[in-house]
């Protein structure tokens, strides 16, 4: 058994999120997560809502809100719809906690005891028209070095240098369009170069990333210089510096803080467990993984910033130094990136009204839809477009009229004529190439989703269904009425291989297996969902959080293992219930009306 810690991406709380987002952080890593647990690994799921920094005032103002009172909607928002896709998160939490601001304070006196926090002077971007600081983000511009002319004040998405807001070329906030002004200020900054070389030797030792995340990281290396950590802002985690602390007006940017909430998720999950020192099992075990999932638009963050990070709090930059209190912290055993998902050809934007949230998505369509739809289309390896058509297209021919087809026909016949699992008689060569085929199917489809190559391993999933469908049509049961030994041999086959199927597809289709399951006479849960509790802060007074807020978190202990598992001839079946839904084809010039309305 190994300790696999699988870390999301925070959703950022001004706001619902959209089905690109789940595409790119979340779906791919609960495929990740259910596969491992079912290959009896102890896996711990975590993230939460990134609840800090402008973005959030901007968000409140607008809707004539505090900040905390924004960040607290759009949280609850966020948990319902991951809860309602099914994403089995073991922690679901929130950056505006008490334990949140204590893990990153103690993470930022770590490093400026080592030496790799920097303070100096700098020129900060404020809003001429509100006072307010501009995060490095909110700002665009035309990139000096390859002259892309929607560059951010942080990145060049377009060549990847790392820039910030003052080199930009007609620099413009994307808040309001107006022209920052740049003051003198006085921040902290995250010492980036003195751990270059550490990084590489780091980046050398990281096989099977995929390319572009390796690519990209190492290209950053050559122009890494110090990155700030802190902003003006009344509105984040207090810098835990004499003279600073108190300050209203000075906080930690929320990148810094964001990226650390994977420990302090961790840690915050292990005293809600009633063993505090269990989040060690994942943050200081040397044989323990540890897999990151994002969009492409925060690989620096996890592939080179915050790993940086973590090699200043454990001593080992060109300064050295040592741990701090909470030890030595593993490194990310793999940074796993999507591309982006467009939508109808045009890039996803709430406020141009291009977007589908998912909640919008699952008050019309099942969760496996979609998360069938990311699985097999989504941006793995590219940017993917999301069409209705096409979303309607796979709904029906390959999850309706493949998988769920097998499952009814296959199940209906055997409960009308034996009304339960058949006995079976001695197998067929026909017989045993598909159960082979099923079978082979575990291995095949499980080093795939362990390679986080979740597209081809469902499609390798599908040839399974594909080839059931086959060997139903092949054999045709429903024509061996007159000898039926036979029958009860060719539909116990089947059955067993929707059985097999209905375990590999489990991870990437979590609530149509539970129903599979039940439809086979199963009992109790097969695939385990994610609870909604409401819970009280740990450390009241400390942080922003003002009463009882929702996290996602489940018991995944008892799922099942990823093997075929013998049928029990004699359990009963009842007439199905189709699976899967179809589709009209009017949804398509409904949903794209919609768009436009």
Known sequence: MTHVLTALAWPYANGPRHIGHVAGFGVPADVFARYMRMRGHDVLM???????????????????????????????????????????????????TGNHYKTVQELFSTLYGNGYILQKKTLGAISPSTGRTLPDRYIEGTCPHCGFDSARGDQCDNCGRQLDPTDLIDPKSRINGETPKFVEEDHFFLDL???ADALNV???????????????TKNLLDEMHPRPISRDLDWGVPIPLEGW????DKRLYVWFDAVIGYLSATIEWARRSGDPEAWKRWWQDPEAVSYYFMGKDNIVFHSEIWPAMLLGANGEGAGGGEPGPLGKLNLPTEVVSSEFLTMEGKQFSSSRRVVIYVRDFLERYSPDALRYYICSAGPENQDSDFTWAEFLRRNNDELVAGWGNLVNRSIAMAAKNFGAVPEPGELEE????????????????????????????????????????????????WKMKEDPKRQGTVLYTVLQAVSDLKTIMSPFLPHSSQRVHELLGGEGVFAPMPRIEEVDELDAGEGATDGPYPIL???YSDVPKWESVPLAPGTVLEKPVPVFTKLEPSIVDEEIERLNS
Not at 207 to 212: I, M, P, Y
Request: hydrophobic letters at 40%; proline letters at 3%.
């Open 245 to 248: 602390i108190d300050r209203p």
């Open 202 to 216: 780091w980046l050398d030792t990281r096989t099977g990333w995929r390319t572009n995340v390796l690519r990209f």
């Open 46 to 96: 975590v993230s939460g809502t990134d609840e800090h920094g402008t973005p959030i005032l901007v968000q409140a103002d607008s809707e004539g809100l505090t900040a905390a009172e924004a960040a607290a909607k759009y949280n609850r928002i966020i948990v319902e719809d991951l809860d309602a896709l099914g994403l089995s998160y073991d922690l679901f939490t929130r950056t505006t």
């Open 430 to 477: 026909v017989d045993r190439e598909l159960l082979g085929a099923t079978r082979a199917a575990f291995d095949t489809v499980g080093d795939l989703i362990g390679q986080n190559k979740v597209r081809a391993g469902i499609g390798e999933a599908m040839k399974a269904v594909a080839a059931a469908n086959k060997y139903l049509a092949d054999t045709a049961p």
């Open 553 to 555: 978190t489940g018991d």
């Open 193 to 195: 170069p003195a751990f």
